[in-house]
Structures are given as C-alpha cells and as structure tokens.
C-alpha cells in the first residue's frame, strides 16, 4: 500500500518552518525523502533506516518511528530553494528494495 | 561526472510498436530501478534490478519487461505499448539499494506519448 503522506500541499513565508509526514500501514525497514521540482527529477534528500534515527542535512532533518510506521520531515528556517514537491518513499522488512512511494507533498515557500 | 542517462528524452509513438528506453550510469552501482510518474499517483516502481541478471518485479510491472546483462545498463522495454503507459518514466540507480549511506540517483526522465 502506498504511504499516506500530509498535509498535501503548504505554503510558507521564508523563514518558517514546516513539517510533513508520511505513514504507512506496514512494518518499514527504511524510509527515503526525496524533492522534485517542477519539470526536473527527484533529488534524494535522505535515506533512514528502523532503528528509530534522525538524519540531518543542513537545515533539513528527519526522523523514523519504526513502532508507529511513521516519518516526518523538518524543513527550519525554510528558503525559496525548499519550493518544490516531497515525496517518502517506503521499504517493507519483506522488501527492502522494492520501493512505494507517497503521493506528494507541494511545498511553497514565498518571500 | 556522476550521472544516470536515458535515452530519448521524449518519444511519441503508436499502440503496439514496439519500443527499448535505455538507461545507463556511471557509478558502478549494484541496483537500478525504473519508475512512472503520474499526476495524482506519485511514482510507482516499475521494475528493479540488485545486480547483473538479478530483476524484480516493482509495484506495476504489466506491460513491461526489462533486462541487465551488463552493470552499468538497465533498458525498459515496452514490446505492444498501449496508451495507459503514457507516462514520464524515470530510471534512478544507487549503490547497494536501501542501505545506510546510501543514495538514490534519479535520470533526467523520458516523456513517453503512446497515441
């Protein structure tokens, strides 16, 4: 099943933060965020794997709750650089690289 | 340059005519992978492959069948393409497929039209 990721679209002023988060209703051994810009390719952000980890990169983090299948992204002090669509990207225990991926989240960022 | 290339970029062709969509990288990577995007469906995984001969079957590989003789290749084939596999296609590889560290790279994407 695919991944249920919300909210489905926000829009920030620069400089504010935002989360989003992705659910699934199976058991994950890894999680993957990635961003796509319009008429471009996803650009991997991070990849986390079950043992309940944060990652980081720059101003963007996040972290993996393997009981609850759930991850969430956090984007700090957000940039016009952020704009773009985020999409997770789930691995089951069963398949580790047959991955399924969220619907989507739009984010725009505004000056 | 570290890149994963596909070729051609943008294809119209009829239902049925058969058709290889190439896909390559330069990183020595072990997996490989092809997806679809459609709006309102996200990307779905079409097939995957962990290494040379290794394929497997993603979440919606009807229609389409694939091949790796060599590592650093991985064509999608579509041999009677039918107009619900119009799509943006994208083929993306990464080191080991999932594992800590790791990274998925994505192609540029190939705007398939089947009329």
């Known amino acids: 099943q695919q991944p249920v990721q919300s909210p489905q679209a926000v829009i920030l002023r620069e400089g504010e933060d935002a989360v989003i988060n992705c659910s699934s209703s199976?058991?994950?051994?890894?999680v993957h965020w990635y961003r796509q810009k319009h008429g471009e390719a996803p650009v991997f952000l991070m990849i986390?794997?079950?043992?309940?980890e944060q990652k980081g990169h720059e101003k963007i983090s996040a972290s993996f709750n393997e009981k609850k299948q759930q991850s969430s992204l956090y984007l700090t002090a957000s940039q016009l650089s952020y704009s773009g669509t985020y999409f997770c990207?789930?691995?089951?225990?069963?398949?580790?690289?047959?991955?399924?991926f969220g619907q989507g989240t739009r984010l725009t960022i505004n000056p | 340059e570290a890149q994963v290339t596909q070729n051609p970029r943008y294809l119209i062709t009829v239902t049925g005519k058969k058709l290889t969509v190439t896909c390559s990288q330069n990183?020595?990577?072990?997996?490989m992978s092809w997806y679809r995007q459609d709006p309102g469906l996200g990307l779905r995984q079409i097939y995957y492959?962990?290494?040379?001969?290794?394929?497997d079957k993603g979440d919606v590989p009807e229609g389409y069948k694939v091949s790796r003789k060599e590592k650093r290749n991985f064509p999608l084939i579509l041999e009677s393409p039918s107009p619900n596999q119009t799509s943006l296609y994208f083929c993306?590889?990464?080191?080991?497929?999932?594992?800590?560290?790791?990274?998925?790279?994505f192609g540029p994407g190939t705007r398939l039209t089947v009329l």
């Open positions: 993306a590889s990464s080191l080991w497929g999932g594992r800590a560290g790791d990274t998925q790279y």
């Open positions: 199976k058991a994950l051994y890894s």
């Open positions: 986390l794997l079950k043992g309940g």
């Open positions: 990207g789930t691995a089951s225990l069963q398949g580790a690289q047959k991955l399924v």
């Open positions: 990183m020595n990577h072990e997996y």
């Open positions: 492959s962990m290494n040379v001969e290794v394929t």
